[in-house]
């Protein structure tokens, strides 16, 4: 490199390769580095282990055009000509949250999953009474959310909740049970109030005795 000559090619030279001093000699990028005099050897061996080296199945294609006035336009292109891996679907989703509650009160559920990739995902919400929250997000792999709803009726419902990555590979259905119990009438208030009446019925017809 001209380091003497281009104050980039010195800065690359410096902070690229850390240059150790001179002479120094750099072999596929910096992979292999020889520092001072070196014999044959040496350099022969630095040359064979970089040849060893995994090489990517890449087709590399460089184009250079002049346009003049000393402008010249450069184009490269790459393409990967391997296999890549097949995208795993995120995890199913862990549920928390409470089993029941009152109608008309807002309830928080703890959604978290995560993703084999690392990607971000989104989450779709079925609340179990015909309503859902879409695809939202994105949220980060094993990002934890919060979602609160609100059922009005009281009936016995099925959460479910399932995830995908940016690539649409979806995970499998999580649940959760949420229960809005049916109104039960207090016997004893019942039984209590029967009591009262009947008594006051009694004290009536005490009364008409009475006045007999």
Known sequence: ?????????????????????????????????????????????????????????LNLSVSADWVGNGIINISVSITNNEEMPNNLPPTTPNIEGPTKGKIKEEQQFTFVASDPEGQKIYYFIDWGDETNTGWIGPYYSGEEININH???????????????????????????????????????????????????????????????
């Open 150 to 212: 609100t059922w009005t009726t009281r009936d016995t419902f099925i959460i479910k909740a399932k995830v995908k990555d940016p690539d649409g590979a979806e995970s499998e259905w999580a649940t959760l049970e949420f229960k809005t119990p049916r109104f039960k009438p207090n016997t004893n208030m019942i039984f209590r109030s029967i009591i009262e009446k009947l008594n006051l019925f009694n004290n009536f017809l005490g009364k008409l005795e009475f006045l007999k």
């Open 1 to 57: 490199m001209v380091a003497d000559q281009s104050d980039t090619a010195y800065s690359r030279l410096i902070n690229d390769f850390n240059l150790y001093g001179y002479p120094t000699c750099f072999f596929d990028g910096g992979y292999k580095v020889l520092v001072g005099s070196q014999g044959e050897t040496s350099i022969k061996n630095s040359v064979l282990q970089c040849g060893q080296r995994d090489v990517h199945n």
